[in-house]
């Protein structure tokens, strides 16, 4: 290689670069390490002092396995042609998202409101609450963010409430499992040794009975009358679960865990157990419960069906996925390309990316953090919560 062509390389300087490295540089490091065993080494280089972005052109250039490399990267740093914020949801519907800076909703029209100093957040079933939980807190307040109630409790996460009334939220605590009355009232616990996986209600009666899943501190899946405390039925110890979701119908329980999915009927009997196509980090039923979407691997997403899968994004650092409330779109949280990507899987397939999501959802005097996906909600209808 000519002087010249290693000065430019020395040189380059990508637009954005520190906010680039920031936001894939462990993702494009990993694939630079593999590619490294493969290609004889240069002791000329000086790799270890240069520039995060000159390393990996400098890869592009010299390695025969350039083509795949850059694949790779281009995927890291996101969609192309991503717009610059977000200008409008795809779908009806709202979503909400928490995280280090606080919680926050998004409308259909783009609009953002932030809802208060909380790190987790949960729709109820019109999505006229949201039970939100911070440090030693649990509360309910309204979409713009007005305390409903209260309770001070240690170490509160994952909020979930019974669907369709709302009329009662689980939520966990030092490994205890705790109910709550959608009021703030009859707080009590439910199960204690509880591992820390976000609860499910199985949706039923307005009135109930109010059928919880949660997983046990040894991977059971039990579940229990939510105000008795009677355990309905329990999983023999398998792959510990990272999720639990009950379908609309409530019929079917669907446990995931990184290699396997499982499928309990609402009795307790096993239906299915379907080998996922790699180790997923994120999972989310279709809400007709047909289709199951994963993350695989933090490198892609999948949808399928009966064990049946196919890419729709490939992308280093992909990291969640949510559905719209009519199952047409899918929305991927990108947190290494600052992205969100909404996927169309229903239909004409489309892509549509937004951009600069970790400032739109800044208060402006926290460090620019990448909010986590709580949920693609339904409009706000009906007179329940």
Known sequence: ?????????????????????????????SAYLERERHVARRPTWRLAVAPALAIIVAALVLSPAGASVRRLINHALGEKH?????FALPSSGRLLVSGADGAWTAAADGSVRRLGA???????????????ASGDQLAAVDPRGTVRWRLARSAVSDPRWYSPSGYRVAYLSVGTLRVVADDGTGDHPLATGVAHVAPAWRPGAALGPFELAYVTARGRVVVRNGDTGRILWSTAPGPRPFELTWSADGRRLLVLSRHQARTYSAGGALTSRITLPGAASDGALSPDG????????????VVGRGGSFHEVLPGAGVKAVSWSPDGRWLLVSWPAANQWVFVRVAGTPRIEAVSRISQQFSSGGAALAFPVLDGWCCTAEGSAG
């Open 290 to 301: 047909r289709e199951l979407a994963l993350v695989v691997g933090g490198r892609e997403v």
């Open 82 to 86: 991503a717009a610059p914020a977000l």
């Open 1 to 29: 290689m000519s002087a010249g062509a290693k000065k430019q390389l020395r040189d380059f300087r990508a637009p954005d670069e520190i906010g680039a490295e920031s936001r894939a540089w462990d993702v494009v490091r």
């Open 118 to 132: 909380w790190s987790q957040a949960s729709w109820s079933p019109h999505g006229l609450y949201v039970a939100v």
